[in-house]
Every structure is written in C-alpha cells, then in structure tokens.
Nanobody, 126 residues
C-alpha cells in the first residue's frame, strides 16, 4: 500500500524556519518525481517545489524561490522541504506528492502526481 506521510509542520513566527519531511512507501522511490504543494484556507492548492528522481533539477514556485529548498534521500525514501524567511502568506497545509507523470505533464501540475499525503499544517504568525 502506497503511503506518504508528512511531518514537521507547526507554528512559527515570521522570519523563522521550518523543515518538512515526507516519508514515502512508493517503490521504487528513486523513480518517482516528488513534489510539495500547499493549500491555504479559501484558496486553490498551489505548487511549491518539485525534485526529479535523481535529485536534480529542482523546480520552485515563484513565491518561494530563494527561500525554500527541496531535497530527497533515495536511500531513506525521504523528501524534505527546508523553509526559511517564512512569511504569514506561507500559512497553509503542505502536501507531499509522488508521481511519474510529472516528467511529461510538468512538475507544477497536480495531474503529474499519483499519490498524496494527508498534509501537515504550517502556520506563520506576524
């Protein structure tokens, strides 16, 4: 059974940092593109970052470029999102996603991902 489990969310002040983790049971993990998406209350789910099976290249949404860093450890079936200089507008539920169609449909498209986690809440206070 495929399972993606996010962790690391929480409450942080503006300017602070958080590191999200995603534990994936998809096999073989190393073949999947992995991505992070987020959804704020009343808004559509949006693309945050994605990483290819090899660890590069990486793609970022415009609103997080220069502040967030995505990485993965294929040996541990883990993906991470290092979030720095957090802003109140980063407040959202963050979802981990895995998929192989992202290689053809595009990394920022939700349609490229077959599996999704339950999400972890990130709240940034001003």
């Amino acid at each position: 059974q495929v399972q993606l489990v996010e962790s690391g969310g929480g409450l942080v002040q503006a300017g602070g940092s958080l590191r999200l983790s995603c534990a994936a049971s998809v096999h073989p993990f190393s073949t999947y593109a992995m991505g992070w998406f987020r959804q704020a209350p009343g808004k559509e789910r949006e693309f945050v970052a994605a990483i290819m099976w090899s660890g590069g290249p990486k793609n970022y949404g415009d609103s997080v470029k220069g502040r967030f860093t995505i990485s993965r450890d294929n040996a541990k079936n883990m993906m991470y999102l290092e979030m720095n200089s957090l802003k109140p507008e980063d407040t959202a539920v963050y979802y981990c996603a895995a998929g192989t169609r992202a290689y053809t449909l595009g990394y920022s498209s939700q349609n490229g991902y077959d599996y999704w986690g339950q999400g972890t809440q990130v709240t940034v206070s001003s």
